[in-house]
Nanobody
Framework: QVQLVESGGGLVQAGGSLRLSCAAS????????VGWFRQAPGKEREFVGT????????YYADFVKGRFTISRDNAKNMAYLQMNSLKPEDTAVYYC????????????????????WGQGTQVTVSS
């Protein structure tokens, strides 16, 4: 199993930047992907982006393209979500998630496409 811990959330003004980190521990060598999701109050958890653990291929939700970037450092067992040009509507709890299975790109955009989750980190963007 893998354990995930997010960090780096906080309060930022609109237009600002934050970098979230996801520390993975346990059986990380056979992970296939790490994804980022977010959930605002009263809303469903939504896909932000995902990255292949071994090949580093990434793709994103349309609403974050050009603003957010996902990266990973396999040697450190870390994944990152760099968020730039933040907007108030980006306010949410952000979660990282990981998986050992090979799944379709479609499945990777769903919460059910990941078996392991962190506890989340709050991001608040003020206007």
């Amino acid at each position: 199993q893998v354990q995930l811990v997010e960090s780096g959330g906080g309060l930022v003004q609109a237009g600002g930047s934050l970098r979230l980190s996801c520390a993975a521990s346990g059986r990380t060598f056979s992970l296939t992907a790490v994804g980022w999701f977010r959930q605002a109050p009263g809303k469903e958890r939504e896909f932000v982006g995902t990255i292949g653990w071994s090949d580093g291929d990434s793709y994103y939700a349309d609403f974050v393209k050009g603003r957010f970037t996902i990266s990973r450092d396999n040697a450190k067992n870390m994944a990152y979500l760099q968020m730039n040009s933040l907007k108030p509507e980006d306010t949410a709890v952000y979660y990282c998630a990981a998986d050992y299975q090979f799944r379709s790109a479609r499945d990777r955009k769903l919460p059910t496409g990941y078996d392991y989750w962190g506890q989340g980190t709050q991001v608040t963007v003020s206007s």
